[in-house]
């Protein structure tokens, strides 16, 4: 019996993961992921395609068709066929402008993908602090049904002493049907919290083994110097690069691409010739300018969008880190200040029963103390889902 009890142990324990094993579990596995990459792939090929020629035009001239004989192909001078090709050949810096851009757009493409990981990683915490609070909360209220089954049983047999003891058996039998419906709840949203985790995961996961210690934040400054390295403001700057490429690209259109024409003549009765075209098509509207012009106000306004996006991601982060040292304080009060004096005063109302005390306030005092125990579970857990928010936002995986 104690070799099974030991086998399971270990099993439980090789089975448990902890939170950033399950994050690296979701990043190497996670679909969403994987389509990103095939794309980032796809725009490999892109930046190969930028470096190719425009396709040649190849054509055949039969000139001159006779309606009376239209076979006939020696019945004037000015009958002819011809094989035409023609190559046209981007001016110099174009084909390195058009690659620059397309890496341009891979850049986005990848700070995107950074973005899809953080927030993966950002999501899959959040989850497990949930389950570990929900976990947590359904341990406290199952220690509480117990405690008042206990009081029950207590209340039934002062009850022959005491009238007032039926009423105190009541509000102890309402206080365990609260308790009960809390558990059925807590069950019910922890059930449906492993299921996000497998999906976020893609596998099942049978506990979380980490222990959250409450630890002191670090400073603000911290997370307002990791700015940069969010992705989503890191994609607004290559957003930026993209229009400015582009801008560049379209500037270079001013100057038309030269093409060059060769064919070969056949005339029955004549010498075979060849004939060579140089040729570009002339920029006589000024389209090419007024969509350079555009461009340079879209790099204006991808600019801005990306100083926009700074400002409020500053602003975020200190919301945030209200929002933690907010929970952070109220856990501290919670845990040294206030459970402890109850705690206290619930050992003073326990010896006061012995000596026959009011039954009613300890079941009072006991629901209070189990609502100020789950106030502090919540606090807890919210705490390391806004440290997990506050990570992300300074691109931590």
């Known amino acids: 019996m104690r070799t099974l009890l030991l086998v399971l142990l270990m099993t439980s324990i090789m089975q448990a993961q902890n939170i950033q094993q399950l994050v690296n579990k979701s990043l190497a596995q996670h679909p969403s992921l994987k389509t990103i990459k095939h794309r980032l792939l796809a725009m490999d090929e892109k930046i190969s395609l930028s470096q190719n020629?425009?396709?040649?035009?190849?054509?055949?001239?039969?000139?001159?068709?006779?309606?009376?004989?239209?076979?006939?192909r020696s019945i004037e001078p000015m009958q002819f066929q011809s094989i035409n090709f023609k190559q046209k050949f981007p001016w110099f810096g174009k084909l390195d402008a058009r690659k620059t851009y397309t890496q341009a757009q891979k850049s986005v493409l990848f700070d995107s993908y950074d973005a899809a990981k953080v927030n993966l990683a950002k999501e899959v915490r959040m989850t497990a602090y949930t389950i570990k609070e929900i976990e947590t909360r359904i341990h406290i209220v199952q220690k509480y049904i117990d405690v008042s089954k206990q009081n029950i049983k207590l209340y039934t047999s002062y009850a022959s002493t005491e009238s007032k003891n039926h009423t105190n058996s009541m509000n102890a039998s309402l206080l365990l049907t609260k308790v009960k419906i809390k558990e059925a709840t807590y069950k019910a949203i922890l059930k449906s919290q492993k299921a996000k985790l497998k999906y976020l995961v893609q596998s099942k996961v049978n506990r979380i083994s980490n222990r959250l210690v409450m630890r002191k934040p670090r400073s603000l400054n911290y997370y307002l110097g990791k700015i940069d390295n969010n992705p989503i403001y890191k994609m607004h700057l290559s957003q930026k690069n993209?229009?400015?490429?582009?801008?560049?690209?379209?500037?270079?259109?001013?100057?038309?691409?030269?093409?060059?024409?060769?064919?070969?003549?056949?005339r029955?009765?004549?010498?075979?010739?060849?004939?060579?075209?140089?040729?570009?098509?002339?920029?006589?509207?000024?389209?090419?300018?007024?969509?350079?012009?555009?461009?340079?106000?879209?790099?204006?306004?991808?600019q801005s969008a990306s100083l926009?996006?700074?400002?409020?991601?500053?602003?975020?982060?200190?919301?945030?880190?209200?929002?933690?040292?907010?929970?952070?304080?109220?856990?501290?009060?919670?845990?040294?200040?206030?459970?402890?004096?109850?705690?206290?005063?619930f050992e003073l109302t326990q010896a006061s029963i012995q000596q026959g005390g009011d039954l009613f306030t300890y079941t009072n005092l006991l629901e209070q103390k189990l609502n100020l125990e789950e106030e502090s579970i919540s606090i807890k857990a919210e705490y390391f889902r806004t440290q997990a928010k506050l990570k992300s936002l300074i691109g931590e995986l």
């Not at 020629?53 to 006939?72: E, H, K, R």
């Not at 993209?242 to 056949?266: M, R």
């Not at 602003?315 to 109850?342: D, F, G, H, R, V």
């Open 308 to 345: 926009d996006y700074k400002s409020s991601l500053q602003s975020e982060i200190e919301t945030m880190y209200a929002k933690l040292m907010e929970a952070y304080t109220i856990y501290n009060i919670l845990n040294k200040e206030t459970l402890p004096q109850l705690e206290h005063m």
């Open 53 to 72: 020629f425009a396709n040649p035009d190849v054509s055949l001239t039969i000139n001159d068709i006779q309606f009376g004989d239209p076979f006939n």
């Open 268 to 302: 029955n009765g004549f010498n075979d010739y060849a004939s060579i075209t140089l040729g570009a098509a002339l920029p006589l509207y000024g389209s090419e300018k007024l969509k350079t012009e555009a461009a340079r106000i879209e790099v204006l306004a991808a």
């Open 242 to 266: 993209v229009a400015h490429t582009n801008q560049e690209l379209l500037a270079l259109d001013s100057t038309p691409d030269p093409y060059v024409k060769i064919g070969y003549f056949n």
